[in-house]
């Protein structure tokens, strides 16, 4: 994985499998297709959210987009991608891609269907509920932890709240090779 002195400040996790299930394909908003193999030879932080949320998913990836800023700023080299996943599947791609690229135009988004979305959530362990609405306008409670995805499209690790790009800068740095 990395420098064997380094230990990472990320939650590890030794999974066998694949993030997401074999088969498991879906346009993104790059317009492309997204699946395992998209994940394959990039560092992934996923993080699931909604496009209406009023407070975490914003704060989350307003830090996700700092942390690439500083990056950039720094020229460090690594090949790291974000994708957002809806809980919300009343999402669709577009307003995902609007959502996304309003904190970073590097970030990648996808929306999927109830099926699937709960196969996924279950399969990885992320937490999600519809707990009110407002008109059209659905609220979730979810998982509010940024996986980890290796580029062998498998996960090594999460990032629990709070979320720290301090920390996550320096497993970047240090530990991802």
Excluded: W
Aim: proline share 3%; net charge neutral; charged share 30%.
């Amino acid at each position: 994985m990395g420098n064997d002195e380094y230990s990472p400040k990320y939650t590890e996790i030794n999974s066998k499998n694949m993030f997401f299930e074999e088969g498991f394909v879906l346009k993104s908003t790059k317009d492309m297709e997204y699946s395992n193999d998209s994940l394959k030879n990039y560092y992934t932080f996923i993080f699931f959210g909604y496009t209406n949320c009023p407070d975490f998913c914003p704060d989350t990836l307003v830090k996700i987009h700092r942390l690439f800023d500083e990056l950039r700023d720094e020229n460090i080299k690594k090949d790291i991608r974000m994708l957002f996943i809806s809980v919300d599947t009343k999402d669709n791609l577009n307003r995902i891609k609007r959502y996304v690229e309003y904190f970073d135009n590097d970030f990648i988004g996808i929306a999927v269907d109830k099926e699937r979305l709960d196969k996924l959530t279950k399969r990885i362990g992320v937490y999600y509920k519809k707990v009110s609405s407002d008109g059209s306008i659905d609220f979730y409670d979810h998982t509010g932890a940024i996986f980890l995805i290796n580029k062998q499209a498998k996960l090594i690790g999460l990032y629990t709240p709070p979320i720290l790009i301090k920390e996550m800068k320096e497993d970047i740095i240090k530990g991802l090779k």
